[in-house]
């Protein structure tokens, strides 16, 4: 619990600043006490009431000095789909290694001092396969012991295409023109009929691939990025 606690209070910025002006807030409040001697309010009310200003005033700054000396950073990850709202589902790595853990709203990654990049980047991606979304976010660790960063799906168009041209004999095709279906990038095989093209989509979602040389012509509607593809040309 006193753990979560100053995790909290650690995310408050600038602690110096939030320390001096409670310390105001607090004198403020002393001279009042002195002040309200004669009242009905016991004195040790306004000592309690002084204390507990300056006890969550110096929260954040000690907060932040105990953070820095045990040098652990717990990274908060949010995920949002296309439509900006947050997206439970999807699957997490690090470029630093370690288990994203679930937690309410997001996830969270600890960093240790020991496993702390050189340069401090830290880079977070999230996928949706079944959605064929993907994103990332890159964090610079410095300061702040319990980042929060966000991740935005958008679709997934990195995965490629391979494959092999033939003819109706086996043959391969060399110089063949192969494009994916509406797209005018593409690629031209080599002499064995090699191939190698932007498959404009994610892994596993299922693009129609053409080719044609002269009068051969040749498609066929295949899953991108996953194995090899032998298209035959007639």
């Known amino acids: ?44 009310v306004w000592v309690i009431l002084v204390a507990g ?11 932040s000095t105990f953070l820095q000396w045990r040098g652990v950073y717990r990274i908060r990850v949010v995920v949002l789909g296309p439509d900006q709202s947050p997206l439970d589902g999807a699957q997490m790595r690090s470029s630093n290694g370690g288990e994203l853990k679930k937690v309410d ?10 496993t702390r990049p050189a340069d401090g980047k830290v880079t977070l991606f999230a996928s949706a396969k079944d959605a064929f979304l993907a994103g990332s976010s890159t964090l610079v660790l410095a300061q702040d012991y319990y980042p929060t960063t966000t991740i935005q799906l958008t679709s997934d168009t990195t995965a ?27 690629a031209v095989t080599d002499s064995m009929g090699n191939f190698v093209l932007p498959a404009h989509a994610a892994e596993g979602q299922i693009v129609q691939v ?20 032998e298209l035959v040309v007639k």
Not at 17 to 39: E, G, M, N, P, Q
Not at 213 to 226: E, N
Request: net charge positive.
């Open 1 to 44: 619990m006193w753990e979560k606690a100053l995790a909290i209070a650690s995310r408050i910025t600038h602690p110096w600043t939030i320390a001096v002006f409670v310390a105001v807030i607090a004198a403020v409040v002393f001279v009042l006490a002195l002040r309200a001697r004669t009242s009905r309010v016991p004195q040790i």
């Open 53 to 63: 200003i300056i006890v969550l005033g110096l929260a954040p700054l000690v907060a």
């Open 105 to 114: 709203g997001g996830w969270e990654l600890d960093i240790p001092p020991q």
């Open 160 to 186: 490629v295409l391979r494959g092999v041209v033939v003819d109706e004999r086996g043959r391969p095709v060399g110089n063949a023109s192969v494009s994916i279906a509406g797209y005018t990038d593409g």
């Open 210 to 229: 053409r080719a044609q040389k002269d009068q051969l012509l040749g498609s066929m509607s295949v899953p991108a990025g996953r194995v090899p593809v």
